[in-house]
């Protein structure tokens, strides 16, 4: 998931934001060699010129173009695994455990606390109740 969430976001950003920030940049403008950016800032934020700060805005827009991506992959990827996973507990395979059909209830009230009680109680459940443990 993260290798197609970087690659969409290469693909997009990396044209718009290294020509926006190196061409007319901080060396273009200022002839004072102390203010020269040097390395890799010459693609960053900082060779940006003070006279050209409306570029900030595909800053802007590509870092809210970065949240939707990152939002929409991570919404994606859940449906597949809530897809995946609910194919995986109707699996006959998985209904005939134990496991998939036991229930543990916790913290119940002392008015509830009889056998006769629960099983009316849960009389709604599909195929009903089978067995009730009430642990003292």
Not at 100 to 111: D, F, H, Q, Y
Request: proline letters at 5%; a positive charge; charged letters at 20%.
């Amino acid at each position: 998931m993260l290798l197609k969430i970087f690659g969409i976001l290469a693909a997009a950003i990396l044209p718009i934001l290294i020509p926006l920030n190196t061409v007319g940049g901080q060396n273009d403008h200022d002839r004072d060699p102390a203010k020269h950016v040097q390395g890799m800032d010459r693609y960053a934020w900082a060779n940006v010129a003070p006279d050209k700060s409306q570029r900030y805005w595909g800053h802007l827009l590509l870092a809210v173009f970065t949240v939707l991506v990152c939002c929409y992959m991570f919404y994606r990827e859940l449906r597949v695994y809530i897809r995946l996973r609910q194919a995986y507990l109707t699996s006959p395979q998985h209904r005939l455990r134990a496991s998939a059909t036991t229930v543990l209830i916790t913290s119940i009230p002392r008015k509830w606390l009889s056998i006769e009680k629960l099983l009316g109680l849960y009389d709604i459940f599909p195929g009903g109740v089978k067995n009730i443990w009430i642990n003292r």
